[in-house]
T-cell receptor, first 115, second 118 residues
Framework: GESVGLHLPTLSVQEGDNSIINCAYS??????FIWYKQESGKGPQFIID?????DKRQGQRVTVLLNKTVKHLSLQIAATQPGDSAVYFC??????????????FGTGTRLTIIP | GAVVSQHPSWVICKSGTSVKIECRSL??????MFWYRQFPKQSLMLMAT?????????EQGVEKDKFLINHASLTLSTLTVTSAHPEDSSFYIC??????????????FGPGTRLLVL
């Protein structure tokens, strides 16, 4: 079936280093992708998004890359800080029924920043 | 980003009782809200799409008579877990999309409600 999955369930990174979290998706009809950060006991927090007509988008210390050829999405976090420790989810939106679209979430990657 | 709140943040109840969870969009009107459930160390699973003024759309496998959704206004959706059982214990999270011009297409999530059924 259709799914959004992550290559690595856990990732430990030294503080100050860069981190890369990967995500594979299988639905070629997906037109919009989002990365969320979820801290323990809290709801997901929006980080960055990208439309399918783009291959790169940058935010503050974060960059999302989209490779539609291999259906791969990645989140790069630069100069990681202890506050970046969390579970990161990728999500995809299928279709364009604007306003009523559903998101499918990946399995999540736990990022731990080592002081 | 848009702000979504939930109440209560946590609730403990006895088996067989019903629990109502509220989801509010604080600075925008949301014609559509979404309800998710998340078990420990797992991803978010969409339960239903809540539509203002009409019936909710439930995902396959989600019992509509057990998880009652009401979206009576543009800023409030409620999820009622009826006759709760221990297996309903989970983290329930709602989301809404900011439809305002210039608003992003993404869904913004509430802080979640942790339900424990004894």
């Amino acid at each position: 079936g259709e799914s959004v999955g992550l290559h690595l369930p856990t990732l430990s990174v030294q503080e100050g280093d860069n981190s890369i979290i990967n995500c594979a998706y299988s639905n070629s009809a997906s037109d919009y992708f989002i990365w969320y950060k979820q801290e323990s006991g809290k709801g997901p927090q929006f980080i960055i998004d990208i439309r399918s007509n783009m291959d790169k988008r940058q935010g503050q210390r974060v960059t999302v890359l989209l490779n539609k050829t291999v259906k791969h999405l990645s989140l790069q976090i630069a100069a990681t800080q202890p506050g970046d420790s969390a579970v990161y989810f990728c999500a995809e939106r299928k279709g364009s029924n604007f306003g009523n679209e559903k998101l499918t979430f990946g399995t999540g990657t736990r990022l731990t920043i080592i002081p | 980003g848009a702000v979504v709140s939930q109440h209560p943040s946590w609730v403990i109840c006895k088996s067989g009782t019903s629990v109502k969870i509220e989801c509010r969009s604080l600075d925008f009107q949301a014609t559509t809200m979404f309800w998710y459930r998340q078990f420990p160390k797992q991803s978010l699973m969409l339960m239903a799409t809540s539509n203002e003024g009409s019936k909710a759309t439930y995902e396959q496998g989600v019992e509509k008579d057990k998880f009652l959704i009401n979206h009576a206004s543009l800023t409030l959706s409620t999820l009622t877990v009826t006759s709760a059982h221990p297996e309903d214990s989970s983290f329930y999270i709602c989301s809404a999309r900011d439809p305002r011009p210039g608003g992003q297409e993404t869904q913004y999530f509430g802080p979640g409600t942790r339900l424990l059924v004894l």
